[in-house]
């Protein structure tokens, strides 16, 4: 199985909502990562975790907020967002984050509208 | 700071030609390469991956280059077809200094005409 999953696949939200995105892998990966993708632009790294511990935050702003409960599973927490957040939001995971030789895995991408 | 650059950024072919997409990086220190495919809206699939210590890699009607020392890496798409229409992103990962995610180019938007 190298699959990388994400629910959902659409979500419509306003400025006051809460919501999350989820993502999941049963590859055993242990490096797993959310990206941004505005259109037309490559995707922009926000999180990396390790072995569940955050290890890269690219200066996101808090109202995002992203979990690992266990080392298959990556939630991102939505709050207050604008609609400049509007964006494709994207998954993936990749044996060790360290064992630079491993391929990322991508999921389908959760396609997100602030209104 | 490693910058990755992709030309052409789009391409429009007829059906049946082979066609080479290039990218290139500042920064000759990478752990390896990675070359991928988006299609509208979807996420990325990941084509082919090249160690910094290998030239090329095959899968099928792709071939991937890899000049470290230059900075340059090629793929080449033999007999394209339209179904091959999507976007090709190239992505390095530097080595490691603690933290090092892929840096990826903006992407070669390709349209295979029938």
């Known amino acids: 199985d190298t699959e990388v999953t994400q629910t959902p696949k659409h979500l419509v939200m306003g400025m006051t909502n809460k919501k999350s995105l989820k993502c999941e892998q049963h590859?055993?990966?242990?490096?797993m990562y959310w990206y941004k993708q505005k259109a037309k632009k490559p995707p922009e790294l926000m999180f990396v975790?390790?072995?569940?511990?955050?290890?890269i935050n690219e200066s996101v702003p808090s109202r995002f907020s992203p979990e690992c409960p266990n080392s298959s599973l990556l939630n991102l927490h939505l709050h207050a967002l604008q609609p400049e957040d509007s964006a494709l939001y994207l998954c993936?995971?990749?044996?060790?984050?360290?064992?630079?030789?491993?391929?990322?895995?991508f999921g389908p991408g959760t396609r997100l509208l602030v209104l | 700071k490693q910058e990755v650059t992709q030309i052409p950024a789009a391409l429009s072919v007829p059906e049946g030609e082979n066609l080479v997409l290039n990218c290139s990086f500042t920064?000759?220190?990478?752990?390896?390469l990675q070359w991928f495919r988006q299609d509208p809206g979807k996420g990325l699939t990941s084509l082919l991956l090249?160690?910094?210590?290998?030239r090329e890699q095959t899968s099928g009607r792709l071939n991937a280059s890899l000049d470290k020392s230059s900075g340059r890496s090629t793929l080449y798409i033999a007999a394209s077809q339209p179904g091959d229409s999507a976007t090709y992103l190239c992505?390095?990962?530097?080595?490691?200094?603690?933290?090092?995610?892929?840096?990826f180019g903006k992407g070669t938007r390709l349209s295979v005409i029938a």
């Open positions: 590859m055993g990966h242990r490096a």
């Open positions: 920064d000759s220190a990478i752990y390896n």
């Open positions: 975790y390790s072995y569940e511990k955050l290890s």
């Open positions: 993936a995971s990749s044996q060790d984050r360290l064992a630079g030789g491993q391929t990322q895995y």
């Open positions: 090249i160690q910094s210590s290998q």
């Open positions: 992505a390095v990962r530097p080595l490691p200094s603690g933290n090092t995610p892929l840096v």
